[in-house]
């Protein structure tokens, strides 16, 4: 007798085991898709968003020393930082040197004044190596 039950049961074990429970696992995929599709779509984006202008007869620069970004909207940015024309003069001044690059990446739809401006006052501040950044075609 004691052997048709360890029969029964073992005979039960073999029924329960074919049966797998797939919610927790479609649970923990999910979680994993949505885990990578939020830090590849953050890692993609950049901070200031500006269309540069084209040009086809722009070079790839190697490295620069500092960036002046102008958006759309005529805000102006330091290496990622909002500054005024005022704060500009100051870290300009901060920056200068011969050998320092600068490179200014104006939107397209941002207004010439501002990035003339821009310009005149590195000039006056005697940086030599000014650069526009542009879309290459």
């Given at each position: 007798m004691k052997e048709l039950t360890f029969k029964r049961h073992h005979i039960e074990l073999?029924?329960?085991?074919?049966?797998i429970d797939l919610a927790p696992l479609i649970d923990i995929v999910f979680q994993l898709l949505i885990f990578f599709m939020l830090t590849s779509s953050f890692a993609l984006q950049p901070a200031i968003k500006i269309n540069?202008?084209?040009a086809h007869t722009g070079k790839i620069?190697?490295?620069?020393?500092l960036e002046i970004v102008v958006s759309r909207q005529n805000v102006i940015y330091v290496n990622g930082k909002v500054v005024t024309l005022?704060?500009?003069?100051?870290k300009l001044r901060q920056f200068a040197s011969?050998?320092?690059?600068?490179?200014?990446?104006?939107?397209?739809?941002?207004?010439?004044?501002r990035i003339v401006e821009i310009w005149d006052l590195c000039r006056q501040l005697g940086f030599t190596k000014l650069n526009l950044a542009t879309e290459q075609q």
């Open positions: 073999e029924h329960g085991l074919r049966q540069l202008p084209p620069m190697e490295s620069q020393s005022k704060e500009l003069k100051h011969k050998d320092r690059v600068l490179l200014i990446k104006s939107d397209r739809r941002a207004r010439l004044g």
